[in-house]
């Protein structure tokens, strides 16, 4: 029986479409949870300038809610060219174990850039991760259209 972790006989890497979206979620999800009463279901894109003007709430929840929001709207500009990067390397057969951990490695990519970017950016000194994770995460998205491109051309 195949083991979940082969990464060689499996091609999981469809599967991790709907995984990056739910990644793409996760901060969205974030921003209205720290937004509580101020998370308006009819203006949701109002949400920020109603945490500003709320003085109840803590300056520093209001930047994270702003920076949340803003690592969930750079998920749902990239997670096209992702899902378009998985498809062009199915097609082009580039080989199941090379696609299963280009696809793993911008997932976990993915989430560390959440991570960096919602709580992390508070300390000035660590700004430059932020960046750099997206940098590597959209080389990730590259080397998948390069490997599939190599490939196609044999």
């Excluded at 499996?10 to 991790?16: I, P």
């Excluded at 932020?130 to 491109?149: C, D, E, N």
């Amino acid at each position: 029986m195949d083991s979940l972790l082969n990464l060689t006989s499996t091609n999981w890497s469809y599967y991790t479409i709907p995984v990056a979206f739910v990644l793409v979620m996760v901060p969205h999800a974030h921003a209205i949870s720290l937004a509580g009463k101020n998370y308006d279901l009819s203006n949701p894109r109002n949400t920020e300038a109603l945490c500003a003007k709320d003085t109840t709430l803590p300056k520093h929840i209001a930047k994270r809610i702003g920076r949340a929001k803003a690592a969930a709207a750079n998920g749902f500009e990239t997670l096209g060219l992702y899902a378009a990067s998985v498809v062009a390397g199915n097609v082009a057969g580039v080989a199941t174990g090379r696609l299963n951990a280009l696809t793993a490695a911008y997932l976990l990519s993915r989430a560390l850039y959440n991570l960096v970017y919602v709580h992390l950016q508070e300390n000035a000194r660590v700004a430059v991760l932020r960046p750099l994770v997206w940098l590597a995460g959209i080389g990730l998205i590259m080397g998948t259209f390069v490997l599939a491109g190599l490939e196609g051309n044999r």
